[in-house]
């Protein structure tokens, strides 16, 4: 954009029309400032992905429901279709760079960070693979096999997804293939992304671009390797034990809170599922912190889900409560136990002023 200014007004009125469900009048915004000469990569990074972070917080904050910012992503990404099909018309942005892939590591449902990063390199003059979320590493690598790109770019907002891209980031270099990790999932400084063996990390579309130009080795046969080669801890099979008992950890917990937490005999049907959902979320937090030995993803994670129960007038002490639970469940856990002592105190001593949540599932309750 020509001015700061002009991009956060033309954010402001974007959201207005996706906000009330006008696709049309978000679509012909945008299309209208790019025949005005607005840069096209500027609209993606400085105006429709400023929105959807806001649809984000507005969800956080229960201001609008699931349905809602669902409708809103599902607005953001057809705008982004009609720039990319702008951008595509014959001679205005041919690849002259190389072919990259871009997607979502398997289970990854937040595609939308990706698609951005994918419509920049295009912009930029890569010829990209673009395959969207949820993508099964199997799958993947037959992909790469059959285009043999410069580098892959997985994607992963949930940190729950770290194990996934672990397994996927080995597999692709074990094909000679260099990955770029991006997205929240990895840390906002990339330590996971170093953590799980990526080749290179970017904090978003403009530094992922900047590192496929500065160029990316080829891994050599040394990037063939086992967990263990990356994450020794892992060797106390704490994280294994925790995944492999999820159901009865999150059974108990369920069994135990209502005794604990008067308030939850009274729930009805849904509300028992949501709880139940609640908690799982907890373990599989609890697991990737194990996974990664990072206290930061399960605290992270904990207070977020505070504020999302305190926004949907659900006391915040629930959360404390199960914790202590499973520590209760857990106490042969070392690793566990400390993370679930630090969780605890993180979300009895949280700040109570205003802070941007970080990514995490969609907890209805």
């Known amino acids: ?9 033309l954010a402001d009125r974007l959201w207005q029309a996706v906000a009330g469900g006008d696709e049309y009048a978000a679509v012909d915004l945008l299309r209208k400032a790019a025949v005005d000469g607005a840069d096209e990569e500027a609209l993606l990074l400085e105006v429709i992905a400023p929105v959807q972070r806001k649809a984000g917080d507005e969800w956080a904050a229960g201001r609008i429901t699931v349905a809602q910012e669902h409708a809103t992503t599902a607005i953001n990404e057809r705008v982004v279709a009609t720039l990319a099909h702008r951008a595509a018309a014959p001679g205005r942005h041919p690849a002259r760079r190389g072919r990259v892939t871009v997607g979502c590591v398997d289970g ?13 390199l295009r912009l930029r003059g890569w010829q990209v693979d673009y395959l969207g979320a949820r993508m099964p590493t199997a799958h993947l690598v037959a992909h790469l ?15 729950t997804r770290l194990p996934t891209a672990h397994a996927a980031v080995t597999a692709c270099q074990a094909i000679g293939v260099p990955v770029l990790a991006g997205g929240r999932a990895f840390g906002t400084d990339g330590r996971h992304a170093r953590a799980l063996g990526a080749d290179r990390w970017a904090a978003d579309a403009r530094g992922a671009a900047a590192v496929l130009e500065a160029g990316l080795a080829r891994p050599g046969p040394a990037a063939i390797r086992q967990v263990a080669d990356d994450l020794p801890h892992l060797a106390d099979q ?14 108990q917990t369920l069994v135990d809170l209502e005794t604990r937490f008067p308030a939850m005999r009274g729930y ?7 709880a139940a ?5 907890i373990v599989d937090f609890l697991a990737t912190a194990l996974y990664v030995d990072d206290p930061e993803v399960f605290t992270a994670f904990l207070t977020w889900t505070a504020r999302i129960l305190e926004a949907r007038h659900v006391p915040a002490r629930s959360v404390a409560l199960g914790l202590d639970i499973l520590a209760e ?6 690793r566990a136990l400390v993370l679930l002592r630090e969780g605890r105190t993180a ?12 990514p995490g599932p969609h907890l209805p309750v």
């Open 277 to 281: 959902q609640d908690i799982a979320h």
């Open 329 to 334: 469940q857990l106490r042969e856990f070392p």
């Open 238 to 251: 704490e994280y294994t034990m925790v995944v492999q008992s999820r159901a009865m950890l999150v059974k």
């Open 145 to 159: 096999h059959l285009t043999n790109p410069d580098a892959v770019l997985l994607s992963a907002s949930v940190a």
């Open 268 to 274: 009805d049907d849904a509300q028992r599922e949501h």
């Open 108 to 120: 990854e449902w937040h595609a939308f960070p990706a698609r951005l990063v994918a419509e920049v």
């Open 1 to 9: 954009m020509r001015h700061p200014t002009a991009a956060a007004e």
């Open 347 to 358: 979300v009895v001593d949280r700040p109570t002023r205003p802070t941007r949540p970080v």
